[in-house]
């Protein structure tokens, strides 16, 4: 049964236990926290117990309450990650996949490939970085027609991966040729904030990702603008409103790296159940 009024341990039931710590009581957070409201609004609710989404385990009187969820709030509003940054982890997990999962242990598995290791072997960071519009510029240098503007297509993804000898990130690419819910880039509207990483050889995108949009009436109106069912979204615009905080994330193609670790000339042939003319199922 609740509490009753002026029951003094009511709002101690509302917000945990007490458990006894090296002679001491404390106070340990195990059920939705009502106050204070106003600072909590500003965080987000909390998913599992307190201390540890705080990181702390201590008394948790109302004043060391509000310090702790001050100083949670003052994390998650900084500055997210740059992208340079989320590209390094990038690059880390390729090599770290490279060494442990291609050439390492399965030497002999890539043998039966027939698959030269050697530009394998070459994969080592730093990678290089350019901007979308340096790729246009490279591209048009070596005889494409390619514009600002323009999605790279496997042809151009070729041609520029080819002037380097490991993956190549491509960031800030045009706004209107990428998701709607990318992060506008705040020092040039026109692009957005992401990051494509493209394998050598001639293999393309193997990973792709962004900054999300994290804006709420701007995330609205990228919907609209390309026409989409508010419905079908309605979700994905509540998490913005109601505790969303600056965040990014990314995928990778497994088959196409597959590919390009086994030298394969053709996706289909890394995919378990490839389309065929004859076979669309399974």
């Known amino acids: 049964m609740g509490g009753q009024r002026g029951d003094p341990h009511r709002d101690e039931r509302a917000l945990g236990r007490r458990e006894r710590t090296n002679g001491r009581q404390e106070l340990v957070r195990t059920g939705p926290i009502h106050q204070p409201q106003e600072r909590l609004s500003a965080v987000g609710q909390p998913d599992g117990p307190l201390p540890t989404v705080l990181g702390l385990r201590a008394p948790l009187d109302e004043a060391s309450l509000d310090e702790a969820v001050d100083e949670t709030a003052g994390r998650r509003r900084r500055p997210p990650e740059q992208v340079g940054e989320i590209a ?4 880390a997990a390729v090599r770290q996949d490279i060494e442990r999962g291609q050439l ?7 043998a039966e490939l027939e698959r030269d290791t050697t530009p394998l072997e070459r994969v080592a960071p730093p990678f290089p970085r350019i901007s979308y519009t340096a790729a246009i510029e490279k591209l048009r240098a070596l005889g494409t027609e390619v514009t600002w503007g323009d999605d790279l297509g496997g042809d151009a993804e070729t041609l520029l991966a080819r002037q380097f000898d490991r993956p190549v990130c491509v960031f800030n690419y045009p706004r209107e040729v990428k998701a709607f819910y990318m992060k506008q880039n705040p020092d040039d509207p026109r692009t957005v904030l992401n990051n494509d990483c493209l394998a050598p050889e001639g293999y393309g995108e193997i990973i792709g990702g962004s900054q999300r949009e994290d ?18 979204f309605q979700w994905y615009l509540d998490v913005r409103k109601y505790g969303t905080f600056p965040h990014s994330g990314f995928g990778m193609g497994l088959e196409r790296f597959v590919a390009w670790m086994c030298g394969v000339p053709h996706l289909r042939e890394v995919i378990p159940y490839p389309r065929m003319l004859y076979r669309i199922y399974p």
């Not at 390492?104 to 890539?110: A, D, M, S, Y």
């Open 104 to 110: 390492r242990e399965p030497e002999t598995e890539l």
């Open 215 to 232: 804006d709420h009436d701007l995330l609205l109106s990228r919907i609209r603008q390309h026409d989409l069912p508010l419905e079908a």
């Open 88 to 91: 390094d982890r990038r690059r």
